[in-house]
C-alpha cells in the first residue's frame, strides 16, 4: 500500500535567470507509488526544476512542499555531482551515510550494482559507468523517503540499467520519486509525467 | 579529505618555508630591528595564510564536489571541520617555520614563550578568518585574487597586533605580551562565532 | 522625504557658509583651518554609513520572510555613499595633517582605521561585482558586512593603546563656542546630506525595479 504521508510537490514554478524565464507556471505531484518524470529537450530547465524540488535552488515564484521535509530525507543524484575523486568508494559511502544503519547498508548495495571488487579503490579511477552507479548509491544509502534523479541512467550499461530499475520498482511504494530525463525507459517507469520547454 | 590533497599542503609549506630563506638572505644578515623581524614574520604568515588557507572552500568550487558537500553533511559540520583543519594546518605550518625564521634572522628572541603565545593566537585569528573569508570567496567564482582583497581589511588589523606583540618578545625578556595575546584570541573568538551565524548564508546558494 | 531634502538644501549651504563666514580662523591653521568642518562630519559619515550598511546586512540575512525587500541593495548604496565619504575624509585629513604636522601621512590610529575601512569598502564592491547577478550575491555581500562589522570594534580598542596618536583628542583643540556650533551644524548637515543621497539611490533603485 503506498504510504499517503510521502510527497514531492510544487505548484505554480517559475524560475528566472538575469531576466530570462527558464520555465513557469509548473504543477507537480509525485508520491510514494506514483513517480513522476521530467521531460523536455536539453536546456529546458529539468534539472533546474529537480533541484528546486529538492531545496537546492530558490523558485522565482512558486511553493514546494515536500514531505517529510528535512534534508535527511533526500536523496539527490545528478550528472553535475563530483564526488571526491580521492577517496575510495567505501570510504566516500561512509562519508555520506548519516547513520549506522546507513553505513551498514553500504557493503550490500555495492554488490547489488556490481561495484564490490572496487570498494577499496580511488573513485578518480572510475569509468563513467561506475561512477553513475556509485552515485545512484549515495543517494539512497540513507534509505530517504525522498528521491531526485537527474538522468539515473545515462553512462551505464544494459545490466547497470537494470540494476537501477529493479532497485526503483522494489522501492517506490515507498519513496516519492522524481526522475529528470530525456530517456524513454526512465520517463516510462514513471506513472506522471511532467514536460518542459 | 584535505590531508588527501598532499599537494596543496606541500605547495603552502614549501612556499612559507621559501620565503622564509628568501626573506633571511636578503636581510642579508644584518641585525634588523625586533619589528622589522616580527613584521617580517608577519608578512610571511600572511602570505602563506593567502596561499594556503583559501583551498579550505574554493578548491571545492573549483572541483565541483561542493554540491555533494551540501547533500551530505548539515552546514555546521562543514564549517566546524573546515575551521578545525585551517586551525590545525595554520598552527602546525607555524611551529616549522618559526624556529626557521628565528634560526635564519639574526638576534635570538628573548622570550620565547611569548613569542610562541602571540604567534599562535595570530594564526588562530587568521585561520579562523581566512575559513569563513574563503567561503565567501568560494561562492565568486573561486579566484585567488578575491579572496587577497577580502582578507586583508580584515587581517592587517590582526597583523599589526600580532606583529607589536611578537616584537616585544623579541626583544623584552620574560614578556608574555599578555594584553596583545588575549586581544588576538578574542579576535579569533569572534570571527568563529561570526562565522557560525552567518556560514548557512553563504554555503546555502539558491 | 521632502522634508529631507528640503532640510538638506538649507542645511548645507547653511553648513558651507558657516563653515567659512561665520566661524573664526581656527588658532594655528588660519583660514585653512576651516577644513575641519568637512573633515570631522566626512569621517562620521564614513562610519555612520558603514554602520547602516552593516545593520541593512543583518537584517537582511535575518529576514527569512522576505518582508523587506532589497536590503542588501540598500546596504550597497550606503556603503557607496561610505567610499566616497572615506576617501574624502582621508583626503581632507591628509591635507590637515600636512599643514598642521609637516607630513601628509602618519598611520596613526585614526589614519590607519579610516584606511582600513576604505579597505573594507573597496573589498565589499569587488565582491559584490564578483558576484554579479547571482542569486545570492546580496546574502555573500552582507555576510561579508558582517565579518567586517565584527572585526571593527576589535580595531577601534586596540589602537589607541598600541600607538601614541598625533590626532587631536576632542577636547585639544581650543575651540570656542561658535566654532563648535559650526562644527555640530556642519555635522548635522552632512547627515542630512548622507540621508538624502541615501533615500535618493533607494529610490531610484526601486524605480528601476518597478516591475520585480
Known amino acids: 500500500m503506498a504510504e499517503t504521508h510521502i510527497y514531492i510537490e510544487g505548484t505554480s514554478l517559475a524560475k528566472g535567470f538575469n531576466g530570462r524565464m527558464i520555465f513557469s507556471g509548473i504543477g507537480i505531484r509525485a508520491a510514494a507509488g506514483s513517480p513522476v518524470a521530467v521531460t523536455g529537450p536539453n ?15 530558490k523558485p522565482t515564484s512558486g511553493e514546494v512542499r515536500r514531505a517529510p521535509g528535512g534534508a535527511e530525507a533526500i536523496g539527490f543524484m545528478s550528472p553535475r555531482l563530483t564526488l571526491y575523486g580521492e577517496l575510495t568508494a567505501l570510504e566516500l559511502l561512509e562519508f555520506a551515510a548519516k547513520s549506522s544503519g546507513a553505513s551498514a547498508r553500504a557493503l550490500p548495495l555495492l554488490e547489488g550494482f556490481g561495484l564490490s571488487a572496487h570498494g577499496h579503490s580511488r573513485i578518480g579511477s572510475f569509468s563513467t559507468g561506475m561512477l553513475q552507479r556509485l552515485k545512484f548509491i549515495t543517494a539512497v544509502i540513507n534509505d530517504p523517503p525522498l528521491l531526485f534523479l537527474d538522468e539515473p541512467c545515462s553512462n551505464l550499461d544494459a545490466p547497470g540499467r537494470d540494476a537501477i530499475f529493479k532497485y526503483l520498482r522494489s522501492l517506490q511504494e515507498k519513496k516519492a520519486i522524481v526522475i529528470a530525463t530525456n530517456d524513454a525507459a526512465e520517463a516510462d517507469f514513471c506513472a506522471g509525467r511532467v514536460g518542459l520547454g | 579529505m584535505e590531508l588527501r590533497e598532499k599537494s596543496a599542503l606541500n605547495i603552502a609549506f614549501a612556499f612559507a618555508f621559501i620565503s622564509t630563506l628568501a626573506v633571511s638572505l636578503v636581510a642579508g644578515g644584518a641585525a634588523l630591528g625586533a619589528r622589522e623581524r616580527a613584521l617580517l614574520f608577519w608578512l610571511i604568515m600572511f602570505f602563506s595564510a593567502m596561499s594556503g588557507l583559501s583551498h579550505a572552500f574554493v578548491r571545492e568550487e573549483e572541483r565541483g564536489t561542493a554540491l555533494f ?18 586551525l590545525l594546518f595554520f598552527l602546525a605550518l607555524q611551529a616549522v617555520i618559526a624556529p626557521l625564521f628565528v634560526f635564519f634572522m639574526e638576534g ?81 573568538g569572534a570571527m568563529i562565532a561570526v562565522s557560525y551565524l552567518v556560514f548557512e548564508y553563504i554555503w546555502i546558494d539558491e | 522625504m521632502k522634508h529631507i531634502a528640503r532640510l538638506t538644501h538649507i542645511a548645507m549651504p547653511a553648513a558651507v557658509v558657516m563653515a567659512f563666514l ?17 573633515h570631522v562630519p566626512l569621517a562620521w559619515i564614513a562610519a555612520l554609513a558603514f554602520a547602516v550598511a552593516g545593520a541593512l546586512s543583518i537584517v537582511h540575512l535575518a529576514d527569512r ?8 541593495a540598500k546596504a550597497r548604496h550606503s556603503a557607496a555613499i561610505g567610499l566616497a565619504a572615506t576617501v574624502l575624509a582621508t583626503a581632507t585629513g591628509s591635507v ?52 567586517a562589522m565584527a572585526a571593527m570594534p576589535f580595531f577601534i580598542f586596540i589602537f589607541p593603546r598600541l600607538f601614541g596618536s598625533l590626532h587631536p583628542r576632542s577636547g585639544s583643540l581650543e575651540t570656542d563656542a561658535v566654532t563648535r556650533i559650526t562644527l555640530l551644524v556642519s555635522i548635522a548637515a552632512h547627515t542630512l546630506l548622507y540621508l538624502y543621497v541615501f533615500s535618493l539611490k533607494n529610490r531610484v533603485f526601486a524605480l528601476e525595479h518597478v516591475t520585480e
Open chain 3, 65 to 72: 520572510s522576505g518582508r523587506w525587500a532589497h536590503l542588501d
Open chain 2, 108 to 188: 635570538g628572541v628573548a622570550s620565547p614563550a611569548g613569542f610562541a603565545f602571540s604567534a599562535l593566537a595570530g594564526g588562530a585569528a587568521l585561520a579562523s578568518s581566512a575559513t569563513v573569508l574563503s567561503a565567501i570567496a568560494a561562492k565568486s567564482g573561486a579566484r585567488g585574487s578575491l579572496f587577497t582583497v577580502i582578507s586583508f581589511p580584515v587581517m592587517l588589523p590582526v597583523l599589526i597586533t600580532a606583529a607589536g606583540a611578537t616584537a616585544d618578545c623579541i626583544e623584552t625578556p620574560g614578556t608574555l605580551a599578555g594584553s596583545e595575546t588575549v586581544f588576538l584570541l578574542a579576535f579569533s
Open chain 2, 69 to 86: 558537500l551540501r547533500l551530505s553533511s548539515p552546514p555546521a559540520a562543514v564549517l566546524s571541520a573546515k575551521l578545525l583543519f585551517n
Open chain 3, 22 to 38: 561665520f566661524a573664526p580662523a581656527v588658532d594655528v591653521h588660519g583660514e585653512t583651518g576651516r577644513l575641519l568642518f568637512f
Open chain 3, 96 to 147: 590637515w595633517a600636512k599643514m598642521s604636522w609637516g607630513s601628509y601621512w602618519n598611520w596613526d590610529p585614526r589614519e590607519t582605521s579610516i584606511i582600513i575601512l576604505m579597505l573594507v569598502y573597496i573589498a565589499y564592491f569587488s565582491l559584490d561585482s564578483a558576484l554579479a547577478g547571482r542569486g545570492n550575491r546580496g546574502r555573500v555581500a552582507s555576510a561579508y558586512l558582517i565579518i
Open chain 1, 43 to 57: 536546456g529546458s530547465g529539468k534539472s533546474t526544476l529537480l533541484e528546486i524540488l529538492a531545496g537546492l535552488r
